[in-house]
């Protein structure tokens, strides 16, 4: 399979290219040339079949071309050791719960396919399709975080030779149980803490990636969202909500609904629908960053700032994701702006809430229905609860286990959520941090001296 760039300006990569480099040459974000359809077969056995044999056929219909079929059943296989259940919350909205994870995020999949499939890639490379100097090179993730990413990344790379992560985050901006996620493991982790918002820590990898002085001394990558390898594996879920909701025959006027930061989960959602899922229509949750929700209600999109809220993974001004989204209905630039735009309102909708709100639909929720939601996860059911019409079935995508936002969720619902033991587990080990300003010049430095 080919990759092209949303910018249009870069040469074409192969996967290999696209998964190790992240971003294109010309900043844009990597596209698969065709997105296959699966066939019919697929769909009328799909409630029999487990999340792992369901993810398989979705990953060979991506990656079959570039991966050998057992390899990639392999590297499936080792990915997704869990489950992803769907749970029943009213009659017509269900949970997706996407946090059965080792870090109990949903970004455990797309963050564990991509290691082992950057594994997968350097060691199975003959030195004639790479340049000497890089095979023998350790390939150094560079991963920006608001609190989510940068634990499922470090775990979903921990111990994985030939591989060193650098973990960016925003002093003071994340939980304590995530930041211990990744400040407490050591090894090829190293943890980097920014003074700053997390779209500081993003522009600095983004910048590290441009620099042509960092690139010389080092082999840089990424492993946001940008990733293919990272965002497209996250379809995998939305295939499985699809079976085990046919299981229970709700699938007429299915809606999903994916509470959204980069976009990333919900562009791998929308090349499942490409791909031929059978979803009537998605929404798009976010909390008070509103610019996607603006975008729709408007046909301009004017990136903006992020705003601290309380569903923090999510506070993100100028989602990545977003150019994909474009390019995806834009037919590659086909269309103009206002066809773009017409597509993506007919299928996507968006729904934005305030803290206030988040924290009143918690309440709400867990009072007439005993459901934990944790901040992330209350944005996307309280858009079911506004958003869906008469005959619809909703289902939404819990992000994140509650315990993770402990403090927050235990003030809001006046209740102590148990911290599951692999979570306690890693409140055991010491943080360790580098400090960093959030200018790129000190960045720069510190990784030149690296290696
Ligand atoms: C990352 C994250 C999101 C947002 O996902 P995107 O792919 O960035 O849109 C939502 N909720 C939680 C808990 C997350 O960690």
Request: proline fraction near 9%; aromatic fraction near 2%; charged fraction near 25%.
């Given at each position: 399979m080919q990759y092209y760039s949303t910018n249009g300006k870069a040469p074409i990569a192969d996967l290999q290219k696209a998964v190790v480099k992240g971003?294109?040459?010309?900043?844009g974000l990597y596209m698969p040339e065709k997105i296959h359809q699966l066939p019919k077969e697929f769909f009328d056995h799909?409630?029999?079949?487990s999340f792992r044999d369901i993810a398989y056929n979705v990953a060979s219909a991506f990656f079959g071309e570039d991966v050998d079929l057992d390899a990639l059943q392999e590297l499936v296989y080792d990915t997704l050791p869990f489950d992803c259940p769907v749970v029943k919350v009213t009659d017509s909205i269900y949970s997706?719960?996407?946090?059965?994870g080792p870090t109990l995020a949903f970004k455990d999949v797309g963050a564990r396919f991509m290691a082992r499939l950057l594994r997968y890639f350097t060691s199975s490379t003959s030195d004639t399709s790479r340049t000497s100097d890089t095979s023998s090179k350790t390939i150094n993730v560079l991963v920006a975080t608001s609190g989510d990413t940068g634990s499922a990344v470090a775990n979903g790379f921990l111990g994985v030779e030939g591989i060193h992560v650098y973990v960016l985050y925003p002093k003071g901006k994340v939980s304590p149980i995530q930041e211990c996620q990744f400040t407490t493991l050591g090894k090829n982790i190293t943890a980097i803490e920014v003074d700053g918002v997390f779209d500081d820590c993003q522009a600095l990898v983004k910048n590290a990636f441009m620099d042509e002085e960092l690139n010389n001394h080092m082999m840089l990558t990424s492993a946001n969202s940008i990733n293919v390898a990272r965002f497209l594996p996250q379809a995998f879920y939305y295939f499985n909500a699809y079976a085990r909701m046919k299981a229970l025959g709700k699938t007429d006027q299915l809606v999903m609904c994916v509470p959204s930061g980069n976009f990333g989960n919900i562009c791998s959602a929308l090349f499942g629908h490409e791909m031929?899922?059978?979803?009537?229509r998605f929404i798009a949750a976010n909390n008070a960053n509103d610019v996607f929700y603006n975008y729709l209600q408007t046909g301009q999109y004017n990136p903006k700032a992020s705003v601290q809220t309380l569903?923090?993974?999510?506070?993100?001004?100028?989602?990545?994701n977003f150019a994909r989204i474009l390019n995806l209905y834009s037919k590659n630039g086909a269309r103009t702006p206002e066809e773009t735009h017409a597509a993506i309102t007919s299928l996507i909708s968006g729904a934005t809430y305030s803290d206030e709100q988040i924290k009143e639909t918690m309440r709400q929720c867990y009072e007439e229905t005993g459901y934990i939601l944790d901040p992330h996860g209350a944005c996307g059911y309280q858009a079911l609860v506004d958003g869906l019409q008469e005959g619809e079935i909703g289902v939404f995508c819990?992000?994140?286990?509650?315990a993770k936002f402990k403090e927050k969720v235990d003030d809001i619902l006046g209740i102590d959520v148990e911290i599951p033991a692999r979570l306690a587990a890693f409140m055991e080990g010491e943080k360790q941090s580098v400090p960093m300003s959030k200018d790129f010049s000190d960045f720069k430095s510190y990784l030149l001296n690296q290696a």
């Open positions: 971003l294109a040459e010309d900043r799909i409630q029999e079949m997706l719960e996407l946090f059965h031929g899922l059978p979803v009537k569903a923090n993974a999510m506070d993100v001004g100028d989602p990545s819990e992000t994140a286990h509650p």
